[in-house]
């Protein structure tokens, strides 16, 4: 048979108390430090979570205003060239316009300067050509004779053309 000492059965009861109190006294703490260490972490992962999802959001953000200026560039781009071209093409216009009158103006002058040319020249022809009749006739006839005669030749000159 087995014998029971009493040894045995105060070993088994100061184990017992023994179990009790570090159930008290260890264990509980010790498992409440766990959960408080176990909530935290996961407290720090729904945490970092909600800083992933933001950090998300603000990157969408930033794409979309990043986009929205890009379009806003292009179209202050486009819209400069825009300016530009009118501004090319009235500065062009201007300019024909300029040469035109400037073409006009120098056409008007010569044509002037022709008319006076022709005049001076037909003015001293005519001079020539009294001189050339007063000595081929020996005298000199009335200032209208004279002018009826030039006439007469300038008539005859510009048939000839």
Known sequence: MIHI???????????????????????????????????MIQSSLDEADQKNADAANLKQQYESSLKDAKQESFQIVSEAKGRAQAQYDQIIDKANEDASQIIKQANATAEADR????????????????????KLLGTTVDAETNKAMLDAFLAEAGDVK
């Open 115 to 134: 008319e006076k040319i022709l005049k001076d020249a037909r003015a001293e022809l005519a001079d020539v050509a009294l001189a050339a009749a007063s």
């Open 5 to 39: 000492d009493s040894n045995i059965i105060w070993t088994v009861v100061n184990l017992l108390i023994l179990f009790v109190l570090l159930r008290i006294f260890l264990f509980k703490p010790v498992l409440g430090m766990i959960e408080k260490r176990r909530n």
